[in-house]
Every structure is written in structure tokens, then in C-alpha cells.
């Protein structure tokens, strides 16, 4: 089964809420990156923790990486319609010698 | 923004027919990567290149070819288009970061939707 694996596949919230999409992988990884994907476009880079940090932050965009159990989150505080996308999360794994995409959360978000 | 081009943004083809994406960076950078995405799926690797004249297979077996002839330039062919073709194919690239295998951000085209009748 693939390296990277995401839930919830689907959140929908309102306008000023948070959002919590969680990432777990299965192998050790030098680095996780997340990435957003509007509706048939291309996807763009929001932030990379390397595996020896555990905490990173980006404007509304915190970012935690636990090793122990191989698994990441990514949180956005007070959300915007703007918002809505899809999420993916990203490993780098020596064992793989690529960068490894989960399947993604499609993030809804009602003004 | 990243400078990272694919055309064109749209193609309606019939069977049969060879057609080539084009992908082009403008960032210097080495690695380069062709995905395929269906609407709302995952990401599959289908080619990627270290550099000039270098060019491996992805995870997902593919009918389709790579070129690395320059840096800048990473074209990918289809011979003969079938409706199985049908996907958003994205191109991306990287610069190595630090030592090692480690990967640093890939910067993502604006993808190519093929539709093959």
C-alpha cells in the first residue's frame, strides 16, 4: 500500500473555523511536505518539515510531525472561503528515492 | 510563483493520433517529473529525470515517452492516443536539497487535461 495515507478523505466547515487533516506514512522519510491543490490546477508547496523538527508554522498553517508514529497534521486557523482545495501531503523517503503523494483531502470550506 | 509552464492547458484528441505535452522550467532546475492525476485522485509518478539525458520510468507503468535533451525542457509522448489516456498530466520540478537522496519543494505546472475520444 502507498507510503503517504490521509484523512479525512473530505472536510467541509464554515468560514472562520479550523481545519485538521491528518497525514500517516510507513517508512522513515527525511523530509513531509503538504501541498494544495485548487480544482484542476497544479499543486503548490505550503511548507516542509524535515524529520527532525516537529513543529513548523507558516501564517495560519501549523504543521507537526511525529515520528514515533510516523504521522503528520496540518491545521489552518480561521479559515476562508479561499481556503477550499484539496490538501496533499508529500513524504521524502530514502527507501523510495522519490517523493511519495497521499491521496489528498478535499477541503470545503462555506462563507 | 513558481516558472514552471506546460502546454497545452487543454487537448480533445481522437484515437490514434501522437501527440507530445510540453513542459519547460525556467528555474535552473535539475530533477523534473511527469504525474498523472485522475479528478480527485492521487498523484502517480509516471517519468522523472535527474538531469540532461537522464530519464527513468515512475511507479505507474505508462505508453508514454520522455526526452531530456536540455535542462530547461522535459516533453513527454504519447505514440498512439487511447481513450485510457484520458488524465490531467502534471509536470514538476525540483532542485536537490543538502546531501544525499533528499528531496526539497517540487514546483508544479498548471497541468495539461488530455481527453482522447
Known amino acids: 500500500s502507498q507510503q503517504g495515507e490521509e484523512d479525512p478523505q473530505a472536510l467541509s466547515i464554515q468560514e472562520g473555523e479550523n481545519a485538521t487533516m491528518n497525514c500517516s506514512y510507513k517508512?522513515?522519510?527525511?523530509?513531509l511536505q503538504w501541498y494544495r491543490q485548487n480544482s484542476g490546477r497544479g499543486l503548490v508547496h505550503l511548507i516542509l518539515?524535515?524529520?527532525?523538527?516537529r513543529e513548523k508554522h507558516s501564517g495560519r498553517l501549523r504543521v507537526t510531525l511525529d515520528t514515533s508514529k510516523k504521522s503528520s497534521s496540518l491545521l489552518i486557523t480561521a479559515s476562508r472561503a479561499a481556503d477550499t482545495a484539496s490538501y496533499f501531503c508529500?513524504?521524502?523517503?530514502?527507501?523510495?528515492?522519490?517523493?511519495?503523494f497521499g491521496q489528498g483531502t478535499i477541503l470545503t470550506v462555506h462563507p | 510563483e513558481a516558472d514552471i509552464y506546460q502546454t497545452p492547458r487543454y487537448l480533445v484528441i481522437g484515437t490514434g493520433k501522437k501527440i507530445t505535452l510540453e513542459c519547460s522550467q525556467t528555474?535552473?532546475?535539475?530533477?523534473m517529473y511527469w504525474y498523472q492525476q485522475d479528478p480527485g485522485m492521487e498523484l502517480h509518478l509516471i517519468h522523472y529525470?535527474?538531469?540532461?539525458?537522464?530519464?527513468e520510468k515512475g511507479d505507474l507503468s505508462s505508453e508514454s515517452t520522455v526526452s531530456r535533451i536540455r535542462t530547461e525542457h522535459f516533453p513527454l509522448t504519447l505514440e498512439s492516443a487511447r481513450p485510457s489516456h484520458t488524465s490531467q498530466y502534471l509536470c514538476?520540478?525540483?532542485?536537490?536539497?543538502?546531501?544525499?537522496?533528499?528531496?526539497?519543494?517540487?514546483?508544479f505546472g498548471p497541468g495539461t487535461r488530455l481527453t482522447v475520444l
Open positions: 514538476a520540478s525540483s532542485e536537490r536539497v543538502g546531501r544525499g537522496a533528499s528531496f526539497g519543494t517540487q514546483y
Open positions: 517508512t522513515s522519510i527525511n523530509n
Open positions: 518539515i524535515r524529520s527532525n523538527e
Open positions: 508529500a513524504t521524502d523517503s530514502a527507501s523510495y528515492g522519490k517523493l511519495t
Open positions: 528555474m535552473g532546475h535539475d530533477k
Open positions: 529525470s535527474y538531469g540532461v539525458n537522464s530519464t
